[in-house]
C-alpha cells in the first residue's frame, strides 16, 4: 500500500502531535463500506446471537436456531458459509488472560514511519501478540502482548528483547490498572444512535491469577482455538479429554463462575462485517474522577474496551475507550457523545491504518518457551 498523509489535525490540544509533518504516514481508511459484505437482517440477526448467547449447552445451535425462529440445519449451513466468506473470524472460548497466570500488557512504540511492517514482523512472531495495529500518532505502533507463568524472561524482559529487534525509539508501557469493560460484540442490527448511547454493559473485572486445577488445564488445552460447525461442537474437547459433555459444560460454566472463562462467541472480521473504523478515543480523566468516569464510558453500547492505564509526561490520558464504528463518522460520533455525557473533553483518538496481527491467544503451548530460546532466555 502507498503511504499517503492523512486527515489528521496537526496536535491535540495537550501539544501531543499525531504522526509529524512531513513524515509519510499510513492511509487513514474511513470507507463507508470497505471490505464489507452485504448480509441481509437474518445474517445481522444470527450474527448478534453468536456473538452474544453462544450457550454452554450440549447443542447450543439449537438454541440459537430457537432464539432465531430458523430451522437447525440452515443455522449451520449459514454459519458454516459466514466462516467460509471470512464474515466470522471464528467460534471460540474466550479466556481471561490475566486470571490464567499469565502477565499482559497494551504497548505503544515509535517505529521508523517509513518502514513499520519491518517493526510489524519481529513484533508479530512472539506468540503471545494478539494485536498489532498501526495508528495515526508519534507512537505508530500499538500492540497487545502476554507471557505465560514460567516464562524465563517475563513481560519486561520481552518487551526489552521486542523493543530492540524491532528498532523501536521510545515505548510505552501501558498495563491495565482497572478494566472498566471488555466485550467485543459489533451491534450488527441498529445503527449509530444506539452505538453512541449509554445502556450496555460496564463491569468491572478483576484482573488478579487464580489457582488452576489439573481439569482447568485440560479443559484449556482441549476446548481452546476455533469450534468445529456442528450441532454437539463440545463433543471433540469431551472426548480428549476423556469426559461426558455434560461434565464438561458443567466445568466450563464453574470455570465462568470464577472469572477463568469469559464465554464462547463468534469473533468477527470488523471490515467484512461491515465495521471498517476502530478508534482508540484517549481520555485525560482527572484521577479522583476516575471511578466515576471509567464505569460511565464503559456503558456506551459502541465502546468494546474501557481500561485505566497508567500515564507519563508524554502520555497524559488515564482511560482507553475503543470505539467501533461502520465509519469513521461514526465513531467520532460515539466518542464525542461520550463527551458530552461525562464533561470530558480532553482526548485523542488513535484510528488503525492497518492491522498486522489479530488472534486469539492460545494457552499453555510451547511456542512461548521455543522463542525464548531463539531469543536468549
Known amino acids: 500500500m502507498e503511504p499517503v498523509i492523512p486527515d489528521t489535525p496537526a496536535a491535540t490540544e495537550d501539544g501531543i502531535k499525531p504522526i509529524g509533518e512531513g513524515r509519510n504516514q499510513p492511509k487513514l481508511r474511513s470507507r463507508e463500506g470497505g471490505a464489507a459484505v452485504p448480509l441481509d437482517e437474518r445474517d445481522k440477526q444470527l450474527l448478534n446471537l ?25 443455522v449451520l449451513e449459514r454459519t458454516q458459509q459466514l466462516l467460509d466468506d471470512r464474515i466470522i473470524r471464528e467460534i471460540t472460548p474466550i479466556f481471561d488472560t490475566r486470571a490464567l497466570g499469565y502477565e499482559s500488557m497494551l504497548v505503544a512504540a515509535s517505529v521508523d514511519p517509513e518502514y513499520p511492517h519491518r517493526a510489524a514482523e519481529v513484533i508479530n512472531a512472539h506468540p503471545g501478540v494478539s494485536h498489532n495495529y498501526l495508528r495515526n500518532h508519534e507512537f505508530n505502533l500499538w500492540f497487545t502482548i502476554a507471557t505465560p507463568p514460567d516464562s524465563k524472561l517475563g513481560l519486561q524482559g520481552t518487551l526489552d528483547v521486542l523493543a530492540r529487534e524491532a528498532g523501536a525509539t521510545s515505548v510505552r508501557s501501558l498495563p491495565t490498572i482497572r478494566l472498566f469493560k471488555i466485550n467485543m460484540n459489533l451491534e450488527m442490527e441498529k445503527g449509530t444512535e444506539t452505538l453512541a448511547a449509554p445502556g450496555g454493559e460496564s463491569k468491572e473485572r478483576p484482573i488478579d491469577a487464580i489457582k488452576l486445577t489439573e481439569m482447568d488445564y485440560a479443559v484449556i488445552k482441549n476446548l481452546q482455538g476455533a469450534l468445529e460447525v456442528r450441532r454437539d461442537v463440545y463433543q471433540p474437547a469431551a472426548d480428549a479429554i476423556g469426559i461426558s459433555v455434560d461434565e464438561l459444560l458443567n466445568h466450563c460454566r464453574d470455570m465462568v463462575d470464577r472469572g477463568l472463562l469469559r464465554r464462547v462467541a463468534g469473533i468477527l472480521f470488523h471490515r467484512r462485517a461491515g465495521f471498517s473504523a476502530n478508534g482508540m478515543g484517549v481520555w485525560k480523566v482527572p484521577a479522583d474522577q476516575i471511578d466515576r468516569i471509567g464505569p460511565q464510558m464503559a456503558e456506551f453500547r459502541g465502546i468494546s474496551h474501557c481500561y485505566q492505564r497508567p500515564t507519563y509526561e508524554d502520555w497524559p490520558y488515564s ?49 512461548y518457551a521455543e522463542w525464548e530460546a531463539k531469543h536468549g532466555a
Open 50 to 74: 453468536l456473538q452474544s448467547s453462544f450457550p454452554l449447552e450440549p447443542y447450543p445451535y439449537d438454541s440459537v436456531a430457537e432464539e432465531l425462529g430458523a430451522d437447525l440445519d440452515w
Open 319 to 367: 482511560v482507553f475507550t475503543m470505539a467501533h464504528g461502520r465509519s469513521k463518522e461514526e465513531c467520532d460520533q460515539i466518542l464525542d457523545q461520550i463527551a458530552e455525557e461525562t464533561g470530558i473533553h480532553e482526548r485523542a483518538t488513535l484510528y488503525s491504518s492497518t492491522e498486522y496481527k489479530k488472534i486469539r491467544l492460545r494457552y499453555f503451548t510451547p511456542d
